[in-house]
């Protein structure tokens, strides 16, 4: 590149030219839209990110007297963006001061207990991570404003916050500088696949978070309105990225069993007892006559001869809870409530066949449905009625699914998450391969 720009001939600078010209127009897209395109990368994330016009790149270029402001335009405009850049600059200078020390494994260190070497190693580690302050603690003893630390880096990572420092807090505390720039670089350019404008009111679902959170915007500024966990797609079944319309809520929902769970988990419970259905309130259906799973020989049956729907009753013990919230779209994946409440205990919650289970659905409802005028009591005069009621929105709302697994928070502190999926995996590899990098 440096020989082209000392081009002296006619030729020689026709094609400086071009090599400038196609340099502008990649620059742009790769800060507007990124640097790939998210779905040929990975088919599970359903997103079309909107690359600038290249005659308009080119028409304004030409009219800029600040090229450098001109081309930060073309960055996503959103305080999330600008905190996300703010705190990798911070990180790649921790990375290049040599970043912090490793800790050893050993028994659970709870608070109260002595050990000289990893007191001072945490100590140090979460000093220049920032969740401790420096001299805020001194001594072997693990205790104090350590332990208080050491909630604030497990918060911080989705780990269960307990102050005690067992195998899943050393393996976050171990995760080199070098390797959190990469994972801060990497959700830069899913932010950049991003709208900046999510819409004035939306749900958004962090599926490596495994949290959701409705956002109002008021004054042109956003804040949460609520904030529920959430248990998401096992590994095998994983939740797609992708944004649709929430358009209806239905309170007391029958389920109409997917035909892979009715192969795999029901068939096989039949064969050994057909009573099975009795017990978990299904409906055996075929051309909309419910049939006596007894009169059936489940033994000759096989996954290709198998020709009834199996529909779930509504009640307590529905696959679905007793809401859930519709936003139409061709994955069949919508957010609901779950009879496994105890899934929601737990730090990592990937174990849904795709869709999104709320915990506190009732509270959701109230939030989205209060927006309509309707109270709670009239919410659950519904449920209590135990049958199936259907309640359409009158203004449909955005459903952001996402996939993020570095953000920064508005009080500047800095959360990780767990590559559940492997997404970040697949999105390096992509990156190393594609063009060099805007920034």
């Not at 409705?214 to 994983?238: C, I, M, P, S, Y």
């Amino acid at each position: 590149m440096a020989r082209q720009l000392d081009a002296s001939t006619t030729r020689e600078l026709a094609h400086l030219e071009i090599v400038l010209s196609d340099a502008r127009v990649r620059y742009t897209r790769h800060l507007a839209a990124g640097r790939v395109h998210p779905n040929r990368v990975n088919p599970e994330v359903v997103i079309n990110p909107k690359a600038p016009d290249p005659l308009s790149v080119f028409t304004n270029f030409v009219a800029a007297t600040d090229v450098r402001a001109f081309v930060q335009t073309f960055e996503p405009q959103t305080p999330r963006y600008a905190r996300l850049r703010d705190a990798l600059t911070r990180y790649r200078a921790l990375a290049e001061a040599g970043g912090w020390p490793q800790t050893t494994t050993g028994d659970l260190l709870k608070e109260g207990m002595a050990d000289a070497e990893r007191v001072a190693t945490i100590r140090q580690r979460l000093e220049i991570s920032g969740d401790l302050s420096p001299s805020a603690h001194a001594g072997d003893i693990y205790n104090g404003e350590l332990v208080a630390a050491v909630k604030r880096f497990q918060a911080r990572h989705g780990l269960g916050v307990d102050g005690i420092v067992g195998d899943n807090t050393v393996a976050q505390l171990n995760v080199n500088a070098a390797e959190r720039v990469r994972q801060l670089e990497l959700n830069m350019e899913r932010r950049r696949w991003m709208e900046d404008d999510l819409g004035d009111y939306y749900v958004f679902v962090n599926l490596a978070d495994q949290y959701l959170k409705v956002v109002v915007k008021q004054d042109g500024r956003e804040k949460t309105a609520h904030t529920a966990l959430t248990v998401v797609g096992k590994t095998f079944h994983r939740t797609h990225v992708f944004s649709r319309y929430m358009s209806y809520i239905v309170i007391n929902p029958s389920w109409n069993v997917p035909r892979s769970i009715a192969m795999s988990e029901f068939l096989p419970k039949l064969r050994r007892d057909p009573g099975v259905f009795a017990e978990a309130n299904i409906r055996l259906v075929r051309a909309e006559r419910d049939v006596d799973p007894y009169s059936i020989d489940w033994q000759r049956v096989t996954q290709r001869s198998f020709s009834w729907q199996l529909q779930q009753r509504p009640g307590e013990n529905n696959a679905l809870g007793e809401v859930k919230f519709m936003f139409p779209n061709r994955f069949n994946v919508y957010i609901h409530d779950t009879p496994a409440k105890h899934l929601f205990a737990k730090a990592l919650r990937a174990f849904s066949h795709g869709c999104v289970r709320v915990q506190h659905p009732f509270d959701l409802a109230e939030v989205l449905l209060g927006r309509q005028g309707m109270r709670r009591d009239e919410i659950e005069e519904l449920r209590a009625s135990r049958e199936e009621r259907v309640v359409t929105l009158r203004r449909r709302i955005p459903v952001h699914v996402k996939y993020l697994t570095a953000w920064t928070n508005k009080d500047g502190s800095v959360h990780f998450r767990r590559d559940v999926y492997e997404r970040d995996k697949i999105l390096n590899k992509a990156l190393v391969n594609a063009h060099p990098r805007p920034i």
